[in-house]
């Protein structure tokens, strides 16, 4: 179990709508680009693939039988204080508020899933997992109430964590194979997976939260993890469970279950122990 890693998965699965045109452009309106009535109040209308991305969407509604206002004031990152998460707070436009919020991320993923037609995990096996080689042993999951029909196919949409059930269950080499695809720049035995277009845009420090990009953690004026270089990315779920890249030193690291205090110690020992 990965909880938050899920996010960075989805954020690959926007990249493979992206490259096969279904998402012209990141500030594209959802509403116009994979519409239902989750996006048809003038509030929710707004709402650009890009706010999604950069959870700064402030998408209002309730999904799978959850509110958006139950991770309303919600922090996240290595340090964090949540006693207001759940307070019920004014909303504002889209775009001008980070808010790490799992029902609107669950809001992406049933979007992506409108968008691409097919299930998200098959897509992933599809498009990456499988010509990465990885194994038959992870599973990505939903809600027991989250199944739509799409074209007369009653499919899971899956979960952006591990919030209330659901969320990708996969095993250390598998993340560590993502991580090296991320690292080569989506390129893996010749073929681009992803564009690397997509992924400079997935690293792009987002205006509202500058450790943020597209769902993967950003290391900006190295203040996510001081001892990592700053061009780093991280995706980065509770327990903690972590996917680390460094491009300078060529380097994928994979943690689980480290108390997030502790990572930026260990980054300063994984780096310390190759420089000696």
């Known amino acids: ?9 989805l954020a690959l699965l926007a990249g493979i709508a992206f490259d096969r045109g279904l998402i012209r452009s990141v500030d594209a309106r959802v509403a116009e680009t994979a519409p239902d009535d989750g996006f048809a109040s003038p509030h929710n209308s707004a709402i650009t693939w890009r706010h999604l991305l ?20 919600r922090q996240a990152g290595l340090t964090h204080d949540n ?36 299930p998200l995990p098959d897509v992933l096996r599809e498009e990456i997992m499988g ?10 999951r939903g809600y027991r ?6 074209d007369g196919r009653m499919i899971e949409s899956v979960s952006g964590g591990g919030h209330w ?9 598998d993340h560590a194979r993502i991580g090296h695809l991320m690292l080569r720049r989506g390129l893996w035995n010749g073929r ?34 001081p001892s990592a270089p700053e061009s780093s990315i991280f995706a980065l779920g509770g327990g903690q469970n ?24 260990l980054v300063a020992r994984v780096l310390g122990s190759l420089s000696s």
Do not use: C
């Open 1 to 9: 179990m990965t909880f938050s890693v899920a996010k960075s998965y």
């Open 54 to 73: 950069q959870q700064t969407s402030e998408w209002q509604g309730t999904l799978w039988d959850k509110p958006d206002s139950v991770d309303h004031n």
């Open 83 to 118: 006693r207001q998460k759940g307070i019920s707070r004014e909303l504002q436009q889209p775009g001008t508020r980070f808010e790490y919020n799992d029902v609107r991320v669950n809001r992406l993923s049933l979007s992506l899933l409108r968008l691409l037609r097919k």
């Open 131 to 140: 010509p990465i080689g990885a194994s038959d042993t992870w599973a990505w």
């Open 145 to 150: 109430n989250s199944t739509v029909e799409i």
């Open 165 to 173: 059930g659901g969320g990708l269950f996969i095993s250390s080499r």
């Open 192 to 225: 681009q997976l992803v564009s690397a277009q997509w992924l400079r845009e997935l690293a792009t420090p987002s205006a509202t939260n500058p450790n943020y990009g597209f769902l993967w953690w950003l290391n900006t004026g190295r203040k996510l993890v």
């Open 242 to 265: 972590v996917i680390w890249i460094d491009d300078i030193r060529d380097l994928v690291v994979v943690v689980r279950w480290l108390q997030r205090e502790h990572l930026d110690g």
